[in-house]
């Protein structure tokens, strides 16, 4: 488990550097941007989250163990009852739940370990693993971004967060992006 808390880090970090050298390119406000600007910043972030070292299938040993070990929520059900009620947090776990849009069902929940921020792991509502979120970059400090997994291994998007109130959601493939401004979507651009 060391070993791979170490390659995780030593990956991480070479991303960090990359993050921290694309830094001085970015503009944070892109609600005043118009639409042939943001075209252009999507371009200019895209190779950054679509880089050489990332992947749109993982099956690595070390992906495997990660499912292995966290396949099902081992403080299910009070990690679910607590994202339900929207605790930010339970024991030293972060919680993310995520609710459907107009009744306000919990679907899923989001559980980040605090000795290992780079992960959020995704559970349905019966505390059964769905997907992963690996982030990379300056987190928790901006920019940085983040690469959603199926348990298959498949790359499900990639999202980049240059500031607190700005998500640009790249598909699996990288040819479109969503610019979500305070969680609400503003524009789909073909990347």
Same mark, same amino acid.
């Given at each position: 488990?060391?070993? $791979?808390? $170490?390659?995780?880090?030593?990956? !991480?970090?070479?991303? !960090? ?10 503009? @944070?406000?892109?609600?005043?941007? #118009? ?6 910043? +999507? ?8 880089? =050489?070292? @990332?992947?749109?299938?993982?099956? &690595? ?5 990660? $499912?292995?070990?966290?396949?099902? /929520? =081992? ?15 339970? *024991? #030293? ?6 609710? #459907? ?11 980040? *370990? ?17 997907? $992963? ?12 971004? @983040?690469?959603?997994?199926?348990? &298959? ?5 990639? &999202?980049?967060?240059? /500031?607190? /109130?700005?998500?640009? =959601? ?5 040819? &479109?992006?969503? +610019? ?6 503003? /524009?789909?651009?073909?990347?």
């Amino acid at each position: 488990m060391k070993k $791979l808390i $170490l390659i995780i880090t030593l990956f !991480c970090t070479s991303l !960090c550097v990359k993050a921290y050298q694309y830094q001085g390119n970015q503009t @944070s406000d892109i609600s005043n941007m #118009t639409l042939a600007e943001k075209v252009q910043y +999507i371009r200019q972030i895209k190779p950054f989250v679509f880089s =050489k070292e @990332s992947k749109d299938k993982i099956n &690595s040993p070390e992906f495997i163990h990660i $499912l292995a070990s966290h396949k099902q /929520d =081992k403080k299910y059900p009070d990690q679910y009852y607590a994202a339900q009620t929207n605790y930010k947090s339970f *024991e #030293t776990n972060y919680l993310y739940p995520l609710f #459907t849009k107009h009744f306000k069902i919990m679907y899923m929940y989001g559980v980040q *370990e605090q000795d290992n921020i780079r992960i959020i792991y995704y559970y349905n509502v019966l505390g059964k693993l769905q997907m $992963l979120d690996f982030i990379y970059g300056n987190y928790p400090n901006y920019p940085y971004f @983040s690469k959603k997994y199926k348990t &298959s291994g498949k790359l499900i998007e990639s &999202s980049y967060y240059p /500031d607190k /109130d700005t998500q640009i =959601k790249f598909n699996d493939k990288g040819t &479109s992006a969503e +610019i979500l401004i305070n969680e609400k979507l503003t /524009d789909k651009i073909k990347s």
